[in-house]
Structures are given as structure tokens and as C-alpha cells.
């Protein structure tokens, strides 16, 4: 859901953009890593071979560098999260609350009648015309239900 003012989509790009360049950042760091202990894991004395050391060095200077440049995206990211932080949904109001209400009564009514239609069609006999009224009892409490609806809509300017 995007937010209703001119730059909501802006923000939502540039976002999404930080939130690409930090995971990119991420996983050059992970690969720097694995290359390291790669090295690392060729020399099973512990001894690097002549060339060894400045591979290690360069390997280790490769980590530090892709740590810092994930750092740098790291801190855009959530720069740009601290100045543009999301909408907090409104609270419900009074009004909001006594609309909800009355659809759940509404709902609880019909839930009801259609249970006793179902009770009505599968009666017999003397139960038929009990289960009768009690439909039309349902059906009462269905229609006040949603007059109260309306009155609450026209009430509200809704």
C-alpha cells in the first residue's frame, strides 16, 4: 500500500534501492570471507609459502574493504529509514469502533438466520412451524441490525 502524497513513490524506490545495495554489500562480504579462509585453509602447516603472506594480505584487505563499504550501505539504509520513517496507522475513534459494531451484530444476525434456515429446511411437522417463527424472528433481528446501519451511515456522513 503506498501512501497518498507525491513523493510516497520516490521513497519507496529509494528504499528498496538502499535495501539492494546493503544485501549486495552483504554478500560481497561473504564471498571476501569465504576467499579468505580459503587461503587460509591452503597452508595445512600453518606456514604460508613465500607468496603466501601477501595473499593472505591482500585477502584480508579485500574483507576489511567490502566491511566497510557494507557499512557505508548499512548506514544509508537506515539513515534514509530514520528520515522517512513509515506512517503509523490511525488509531480507531469512538466512531470507528461503534461502526464495527454494528457490522458485527449485522453479521452475528445473518450467521444466525442462515442456521435457521438450514434447521427449517431439514425439519418436519410440528418443528417446521416452530423453526418458521424462529426464522422470522432471525430475519427481524437481521433487518433492525442493518436499519441501525444505515442510521449510523446517515448519522456519520457515511
Do not use: N, W
Request: some cysteine; aromatic content about 6%.
Amino acid at each position: 500500500m503506498t501512501d497518498s502524497h507525491p513523493g510516497a513513490e520516490y521513497k519507496h524506490i529509494r528504499q528498496r534501492q538502499l535495501e539492494r545495495e546493503e544485501y549486495a554489500a552483504r554478500e560481497e562480504v561473504r564471498q571476501a570471507r569465504a576467499r579468505y579462509q580459503e587461503i587460509i585453509s591452503e597452508i595445512p602447516s600453518g606456514l604460508p609459502p613465500p607468496d603466501g603472506a601477501a595473499r593472505i594480505q591482500r585477502a584480508g584487505a579485500a574483507v576489511r574493504y567490502y566491511e566497510q563499504k557494507l557499512s557505508q550501505a548499512s548506514r544509508r539504509l537506515m539513515d534514509f529509514l530514520v528520515a522517512h520513517p513509515k506512517p503509523q496507522p490511525a488509531k480507531p475513534t469512538q466512531k470507528d469502533s461503534e461502526g464495527r459494531q454494528l457490522m458485527q451484530a449485522y453479521r452475528a444476525a445473518v450467521e444466525h438466520l442462515d442456521l435457521l434456515v438450514k434447521r427449517l429446511r431439514d425439519s418436519a411437522g410440528g418443528e417446521h412451524e416452530r423453526s418458521q417463527k424462529d426464522v422470522r424472528a432471525a430475519g427481524e433481528a437481521c433487518e433492525s441490525a442493518c436499519r441501525r446501519i444505515v442510521e449510523y451511515l446517515e448519522k456519520s456522513g457515511g
